[in-house]
């Protein structure tokens, strides 16, 4: 044993990834062309890091501190909520989880009292002092991607659930290098704290798009077999997120 073998352990984690080819709100906002690799089943073209591995991982492991927090705060939670696939169908997918739901009364802010989606994120020093200073943004591909997953997300429970939104907790990945770049490169007062939270309401325009683009997909992955004939939303051959960390970036340079 040594790290090269736990490396390649960590890196073996996305063979186990499953469920790659039925439409999920957590995919809705990524891009068209790597939806629909994922709806055909494509293998990935090149394999995601470690590091990239880890990250995505550390979302998952953080729900249960998120889940302690919110009962430490009187709420009641049910974690990892399913929806039906009658759910599911209505924003056009064929799948979804999410974190959770909560019921809180609130004291202090009485207009937050009552039943709460909940995300749990877990971003870098960079991706969490931006969601500090501006929240989840439509200029960001990562942030439009969770954009789309709440609101559909929030169309389809709202059907069922008196909703009042979801919360949107994210935890910070490494409090003191964040810390520092806080204080040091940007000049803050005083360090992060090491998570934050936005609340965001159902927006029917932007859940409507978000269930359109899924719709658009489960069509292409139905009627079109070659990539060429897939729109894509971004430029592969531009350096830059979200096509650098994609795994079908060799396959979508191939295709043109
Ligand atoms: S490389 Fe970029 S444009 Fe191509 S499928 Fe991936 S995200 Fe889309």
Do not use: H
């Amino acid at each position: 044993m040594n790290t090269e073998t736990f490396v390649g352990a960590l890196e073996a984690f996305q063979d186990r990834w499953v469920c790659r080819a039925t439409l999920s709100p957590c995919t809705i906002g990524q891009c068209i062309r790597k939806q629909w690799f994922l709806a055909k089943n494509f293998p990935f073209s090149n394999r995601s890091s470690a590091q990239g591995i880890l990250a995505f991982e550390r979302g998952t492991n953080m729900q249960p501190i998120a889940y302690d927090i919110l009962q430490s705060m009187g709420a009641k939670v049910s974690p990892d909520v399913r929806l039906s696939p009658e759910l599911a169908a209505q924003i056009g997918c064929e799948r979804g989880a999410v974190d959770g739901l909560f019921f809180i009364e609130d004291k202090e802010e009485p207009e937050d009292t009552g039943l709460w989606l909940l995300e749990v994120k877990v971003l870098g020093a960079w991706g969490y002092l931006s969601f500090i200073e501006k929240g989840l943004t439509v200029t960001d591909p990562f942030d439009v991607v969770y954009i789309d997953q709440v609101q559909s997300y929030l169309l389809a429970l709202s059907t069922v659930f008196p909703l009042k939104g979801c919360l949107f907790l994210v935890f910070c990945a490494d409090p003191s290098g964040t810390n520092w770049i806080a204080t040091k490169i940007k000049k803050w007062s005083s360090p992060p704290p090491p998570l934050c939270v936005a609340k965001y309401a159902l927006n029917p325009d932007t859940a409507g798009e978000a269930v359109a683009r899924a719709k658009q997909v489960s069509w292409l992955r139905d009627n079109v077999d070659d990539p060429r004939d897939v729109p894509r939303d971004y430029d592969p051959m531009k350096p830059d997120k979200p096509c650098s960390y994609c795994g079908f970036l060799y396959l979508c340079k191939e295709a043109q």
